[in-house]
């Protein structure tokens, strides 16, 4: 388990039916410097090892237009003979043929949860998984862990009372084989928390784990906020 006090932390679990398998020997532990902002850092990873890194981009020159020497011209003499004058011939007309209406923009979908669910399916879809569909008990448990880290001042993924994950998301009835979990805190849109998590490889790689069928997430908004928790699982 991986985490930051202000940024994010990434959890995953291989494979297991609930609160056996996420024993010390199948937790790869990374480092847990507090960061003042996930978005410009890397958060550490999940329950499975992931080497944090971050991006470079660099800039393509670009090319400059090369200059043309200029032509000179001698004027030409004037006539002085009149030049018979010619009837305007009409010009054909023509029938344009109508091209296809643009099609409207989708709109975004509706709603802070709907729109998380359909920004991981966007990035999912580039790396080549399916998508994920939304599950209401793993939405049950992202969102009571997002108002316990409020509630509480807590950001971590096992709560003061020792539940990790597995524990929650048992809890609420979602009998899994693998599970994962995202946190963060402070960013104020789904975007925004999506950039933060996709640029720390350790949440990454758990939006990105083509093995997970089902998301739920849970956003508390207030003060020091928002806490964000996204819940990824396979059922059984």
């Not at 329950?47 to 043309?68: C, D, G, H, I």
């Not at 030409?76 to 091209?99: D, F, I, L, N, V």
Request: aromatic content about 6%.
């Amino acid at each position: 388990m991986a985490v930051c006090l202000a940024g994010g932390g990434a959890w995953y679990v291989g494979t297991g039916p609930g609160g056996g398998s996420h024993d010390g020997d199948t937790v790869a532990e990374a480092p847990t410097t507090p960061v003042t902002d996930l978005a410009a850092t890397a958060a550490s990873p999940a329950l499975s090892p992931s080497a944090s890194a971050s991006a470079s981009r660099s800039a393509s020159p670009s090319a400059s237009p090369s200059k043309s020497p200029s032509a000179s011209r001698s004027p030409s003499p004037k006539r002085t003979t009149p030049a018979p004058t010619r009837k305007p011939q009409p010009r054909p007309t023509r029938t344009a043929t109508g091209a296809p209406p643009a099609q409207p923009a989708q709109p975004a979908p509706a709603g802070t949860v709907a729109q998380v669910i359909a920004l991981v399916n966007q990035e999912r879809s580039k790396a080549g998984c399916g998508p994920v569909t939304g599950d209401s008990q793993l939405d049950a448990a992202a969102q009571a862990h997002s108002d316990d880290m409020a509630a509480r001042n807590f950001f971590e993924h096992t709560n003061p009372d020792g539940k990790d994950p597995g524990d929650r998301i048992t809890a609420a009835g979602y009998r899994w084989s693998t599970y994962g979990e995202n946190i963060a805190r402070g960013q104020q849109s789904p975007q925004s928390v999506m950039d933060s998590w996709m640029n720390s490889p350790g949440h990454r790689a758990n939006i990105l784990n083509c093995a997970f069928k089902n998301l739920g997430v849970g956003v508390h908004k207030g003060s020091g906020g928002p806490w964000w928790t996204q819940d990824f699982g396979t059922r059984m």
